[in-house]
């Protein structure tokens, strides 16, 4: 497959957005994918990289720094922590588990785990797996009551510790829900942290180890891994940057936050990953490659995810998958953040054509004079790959 890289200095002056094609031209123009990752810097990314596979071959862009104190942009092969994208692979891999017969999608969590998930009303024998997987279920996010991911001091003091996921649990469970199952959407990571507990029940391995078995190796995914609590992103990678905020609603500057345990996020959100392996993934699973008919069109169907709607357009979530509108008909995604790392990407509805942008931080502080963009600010790159341009 024929491969084209391009980089551009860092300094380059954001430029308007590009009007969309109605039919993806075979190969989207450098040129403007270059210049959508350059308007990234200007909203506060040190660097970025971005690929884009379509059946005519890739391209890949890159702009900034990889490292603030050498100048040294992002390597070409970076790995990133990609946050939540993570649950589209554990929804792949509770899927496969579902068209086997190990489970149901229909299943009460308290089947696999009973007594967990009770307390100030949260109540595991009204949550159906499929709710955890379609973020139906009403149960709190319990990343509200961690500090440290807010907070410098919290996270200096607190970066390698490990937490166990049934820690995690219970601090979703001090928590009432949000409604009762399946009568709304709210994102919670809750929902994937009982997943991840979900398959090692079901199978006897550690959702990291299936996710491995199942996903990782058949896709030949090389520079995919699941660290548990291994502090370090594996070389080649960019240093991940984060502002914490200040008291008086400001950032502070940002600080080196690459080590750290990322037991914290388990299975909502530990993996790292490349934008290779990214767009090997997607377009593989809407290739439907990675999961039977029958599960690839449960995993697709989907309910109104009405708090995305300031950064994604008309969205829609499935199992593990996000939908919205593009100007050529529409995208499946999942959007990824961890502390010091920001992961975006998107596939057509046939996994023939995928980009993926990865920026080494997840706290972006648009530069002065910069206008806020109406939707998340990897947009117009996004749609440009998907869409065409011209």
């Excluded at 990752?37 to 884009?52: H, K, R, S, T």
């Excluded at 100048?71 to 899927?95: C, N, Q, Y």
């Excluded at 709710?131 to 139906?136: C, F, G, R, S, V």
Aim: hydrophobic share 40%.
């Amino acid at each position: 497959m024929k491969r084209l890289l391009v980089t551009v200095a860092a300094t380059t002056a954001l430029l308007g957005a590009a009007a969309t094609a109605a039919v993806a031209d075979p190969r989207p123009e450098a040129a403007v994918l270059q210049r959508d990752a350059n308007a990234l810097l200007d909203q506060g990314a040190p660097g970025v990289i971005a690929e884009v596979v379509t059946p005519h071959g890739s391209t890949t862009v890159r702009a900034g720094v990889g490292n603030t104190t050498t100048g040294e942009p992002i390597p070409w092969r970076a790995k990133f922590r990609i946050g939540s994208f993570t649950k589209t692979f554990v929804a792949a891999t509770m899927l496969q588990l579902v068209g086997e017969g190990e489970l149901s999608l229909e299943d009460p969590v308290d089947r696999w785990l009973p007594g967990l998930v009770t307390g100030n009303g949260n109540d595991g024998r009204r949550i159906t797996v499929r709710q955890l997987l379609q973020q139906t279920s009403g149960l709190p996010e319990y990343m509200r009551l961690l500090p440290y991911l807010r907070s410098e001091q919290e996270f200096l003091a607190n970066r390698t510790k490990t937490l166990q996921p049934e820690e995690l649990i219970a601090l979703a469970l001090q928590q009432q829900p949000m409604f009762a199952p399946g009568t709304r959407w709210a994102y919670s990571s809750t929902n994937y942290i009982l997943a991840g507990m979900i398959i090692r029940r079901v199978t006897g391995h550690s959702w990291q180890s299936e996710v491995t078995r199942r996903i990782i190796r058949p896709l030949r995914l090389t520079d995919t891994s699941v660290p548990r609590t291994a502090l370090d992103v594996p070389e080649p990678h960019a240093i991940g940057y984060e502002r914490f905020p200040r008291p008086d609603g400001t950032f502070g500057d940002p600080i080196d936050v690459t080590r750290i345990n990322p037991t914290w996020a388990d299975a909502g959100g530990s993996i790292i990953s490349t934008t290779a392996d990214g767009n090997r993934f997607l377009q593989a699973l809407l290739g439907g490659r990675v999961l039977r008919p029958a599960q690839l069109a449960a995993m697709t169907t989907t309910v109104p995810a009405p708090s995305f709607s300031n950064s994604w357009p008309k969205p829609r979530y499935g199992l593990g998958l996000l939908w919205s509108s593009t100007p050529c008909g529409g995208m499946w995604s999942h959007p990824g953040d961890f502390l010091g790392y920001g992961f975006r990407n998107g596939v057509d509805r046939n996994g023939t054509r995928s980009v993926a942008v990865a920026m080494n931080t997840h706290s972006l502080v648009r530069k002065p004079g910069v206008p806020a963009p109406t939707f998340d600010p990897a947009l117009d790159l996004i749609q440009h790959a998907l869409c065409g341009t011209r």
